[in-house]
Nanobody, 127 residues
Framework: QVQLVESGGGQVQSGEFLKLSCAVSGNLERGYCMAWFRQVPGKEREEVAFIETDGRASVVNSVLGRFTINQNNAKNMLYLEMSDLKSEDTATYYC?????????????????????WGKGTLVTIAS
C-alpha cells in the first residue's frame, strides 16, 4: 500500500515563500515519478510540477521562476518550494506518484495519469 502525505500548507501573504513536503511510504518498486498538482474549487486539477524517474524536472509556465520541485536522495520525500506567491496560487496542492515506466509529464503523449494521490494541503495567499 502506497501512501502520500502532504504537509506545509497554510496562509501566507502575497510575495512570501512556502515549502510543501510530501512523505512517501509503502512499496513503490523500481522507481517512480512524482508530481505536484493543484485544484481550486470549481476548476479542474492542474499539474504544477513533476520529476521523472531519470531526474528530469519541470514546472508549468505560470509558476516558472517561482516554484521549484525537488526530492531527497532516498526519494522518500518530495518538495515544492514556492516563492513570490500570488493570490492566484491559492489552491489545494496534491502530491502524486506513478509507477515505474510511467511518465508524470501530463503533456507527454504517453501520459495516462497518476497511480497514487495524497489528500492534499491547502495553500491560501492573502493579498
Amino acid at each position: 500500500q502506497v501512501q502520500l502525505v502532504e504537509s506545509g500548507g497554510g496562509q501566507v501573504q502575497s510575495g512570501e515563500f512556502l515549502k510543501l513536503s510530501c512523505a512517501v511510504s509503502g512499496n513503490l518498486e523500481r522507481g517512480y515519478c512524482m508530481a505536484w498538482f493543484r485544484q481550486v474549487p470549481g476548476k479542474e486539477r492542474e499539474e504544477v510540477a513533476f520529476i521523472e524517474t531519470d531526474g528530469r524536472a519541470s514546472v508549468v509556465n505560470s509558476v516558472l521562476g517561482r516554484f521549484t520541485i525537488n526530492q531527497n536522495n532516498a526519494k522518500n520525500m518530495l518538495y515544492l518550494e514556492m516563492s513570490d506567491l500570488k493570490s492566484e496560487d491559492t489552491a489545494t496542492y496534491y502530491c502524486a506518484a506513478a509507477d515505474y515506466g510511467a511518465t508524470c509529464d501530463s503533456t507527454n503523449e504517453y501520459y495516462y495519469g497518476m497511480d497514487y494521490w495524497g489528500k492534499g494541503t491547502l495553500v491560501t495567499i492573502a493579498s
